[in-house]
């Protein structure tokens, strides 16, 4: 009847205005914070690739696919971890050991690695090449002049130079002479390129053109042997480019030269070590080769002595160049070989300004870094301003224990809030003495900055984006297939640089001695003719 339906319609309404009166936006068991610990296993079977070798490692049960289409994350790998906690063991050594179909250059203090695996890469096909800056002498040539392809690249070498032989955290009170010994180093290095025969385009030639300059303070009049070979290309190409920057650099007087000359030759002075103008006389690392076949190129640094070190700074930059070169020219966009760097001891070499950028873009060239820090700290002072931008293109990022409390609060708050229970008692005595317990919610730290400082050492943190982070064990290189080719499963030391193929074999005759009596000369007898006889001999 109409009165029940209307009494209905009534109650209806109440009903509605009651529930939308108390409505609330409820996140049960979260409202401090939804962090929680992942599954290593479950991780694992998201990002792994079903071939064991086609992964990288990032801990004992957990690896990610080198076919970055597939999970839709890039291949750069954050690693920070103090002094002993296994960045080399636990993580270098490992993916190199993968060796497969893919390059690695490896930044190697000490020589470690490819003692250890050198001898596995070569088994498994790989051409190994090394820049050994600790025994030069055993090291593969390196001339950056080869990979000069255009002006552009010449102005990078030279700002490179200059970058990484300045002592970190030095300003120059006067930049005015390190700008005029770059305009002076471009000349030169202009000149060697475009007007110098190709055996003599390296770092020595311009040492010794650099000699040839002498300046006289006395005598602003003088000529050098360097002043005559300009004053000869302005008769011939008077807009060379190498004149240009050696008109701008010769301005000044004589003895403003001799000072330009001083802070130049104080930069290249390296350069006079015989040990290093014979490594970069010639060249033998063929860089483009890296990205079209397996090549592993080792960069060997000494751990106690950075003095050489600007020479893998220019490598670095060199590399990336002529590897997103021939992508984009050659392959369409993307390398045929992906290309791996590991790079241990980040913080030793200097890199390019712009490596953030470098960083966003090489994925889609097949290129990837492993960034290996002993705490954030390093990264810090290195990119004052990109160095959160460069941790966030990195999509994994790995921790293996330190002692480093920025670090432990950076990784802390990585983690999260979680939301747990608590409770509290309370107690009262006397003549009316209660006792009571009070439930309640409350949030903390997934684990707090002493708790990641007091991380068991047999584990570490993985953070992949997008994911819940995994504690999980540090990989265990003895469990690795290919630990017996290498030095840690008992194979010898691999060593470079010393002849180990035999090229040629002779086999001595026994018979030599007879048949050597057998073709012995026969005595003949001479005359000595005058002058005489030799005029009326022909007739002269």
């Known amino acids: 009847s109409t009165k029940i339906v209307l009494i209905f319609l009534i109650f209806y309404s109440m009903g509605v205005g009651i529930y939308l009166s108390t409505r609330r936006n409820y996140r049960r068991r979260e409202e401090h914070g939804s962090a929680k610990w992942g599954n290593a296993g479950t991780l694992n079977r998201k990002y792994r690739d079903k071939n064991p070798s086609a992964n990288k490692l990032l801990t004992q049960n957990v690896s990610i696919g080198l076919d970055g289409r597939k999970h839709r994350r890039n291949l750069n790998i954050m690693v920070v971890g103090g002094s002993g906690s296994g960045k080399t063991r636990f993580f270098a050594k490992p993916n190199m050991m993968q060796a497969y179909d893919q390059s690695y250059v490896c930044l190697d203090p000490k020589g470690e690695i490819i003692r250890s695996v050198g001898g596995l890469l070569e088994a498994k096909g790989y051409e190994v090449r090394v820049l050994d800056l600790i025994n030069m002498h055993r090291s593969h040539c390196y001339n950056p002049f080869v990979y000069l392809r255009d002006d552009n690249d010449v102005q990078r070498l030279v700002t490179n130079l200059f970058k990484s032989t300045t002592p970190k955290g030095s300003q120059s009170q006067d930049p005015f002479w390190d700008t005029a010994a770059s305009m002076l180093l471009l000349a030169l290095v202009f000149y060697l390129k475009y007007e110098a025969p190709k055996d003599e385009q390296n770092f020595p030639m311009v040492m010794e053109l650099l000699r040839a300059g002498d300046v006289r303070e006395d005598d602003d009049s003088y000529i050098s042997p360097l002043d005559e070979l300009f004053d000869r290309l302005e008769t011939t190409n008077p807009e060379h480019i190498a004149l240009k920057y050696y008109r701008a650099y010769h301005s000044g007087s004589a003895k403003t030269l001799k000072s330009i000359q001083i802070t130049l030759a104080a930069r290249l002075e390296k350069f006079n070590l015989e040990s290093l103008a014979s490594l970069t006389a010639t060249d033998e690392l063929d860089l ?15 751990d106690n002595d950075t003095s050489f070190n600007f020479l893998v700074s220019i490598l670095y930059t060199q590399l990336f160049q002529q590897l997103f070169y021939i992508a984009d020219h050659k392959y369409g966009g993307s390398l045929p070989v992906h290309c791996h760097f590991i790079m241990d001891e980040f913080a030793n070499v200097s890199l390019p300004d ?48 330190g002692n480093e409390q920025s670090t432990h609060k950076y990784v802390s708050e990585l983690l999260g809030k979680e939301t747990i229970d608590t409770n509290t008692f309370g107690k009262s005595t006397g003549r009316s003495g209660n006792y009571s317990t009070n439930y309640q919610i409350s949030g903390r730290e997934l684990m707090t900055p002493d708790e990641v400082r007091m991380l068991d050492n047999r584990y570490a943190l993985l953070f992949v984006r997008g994911e819940l982070p995994v504690m999980d064990f540090k990989f265990d290189i003895r469990k ?51 002058n005489e006889d030799l005029e009326e001999l022909f007739d002269i």
């Open 480 to 530: 690795h297939p290919n630990i017996s080719l290498t030095a840690d499963g008992g194979k010898p030391p691999f060593i470079h640089g010393e002849p180990t193929k035999a090229v040629a074999t002779l086999v001595f005759d026994s018979n030599i001695p007879e048949n050597a009596i057998s073709v012995m000369p026969v005595s003949t007898s001479y005359e000595l003719l005058s």
């Open 354 to 401: 712009d490596f953030d950028k470098i960083l966003s873009v090489m994925r889609s060239r097949s290129v990837s870094v492993s960034i290996i820090l002993q705490n954030l700290a390093q990264l810090k002072a290195l990119f004052d301003k990109q160095w959160e931008s460069i941790v966030g293109n990195c999509d994994e990022f790995l921790y293996l224990g």
């Open 288 to 302: 483009p080769s890296i990205g079209e076949k397996k090549v592993a190129l080792f960069a060997l640094i000494p």
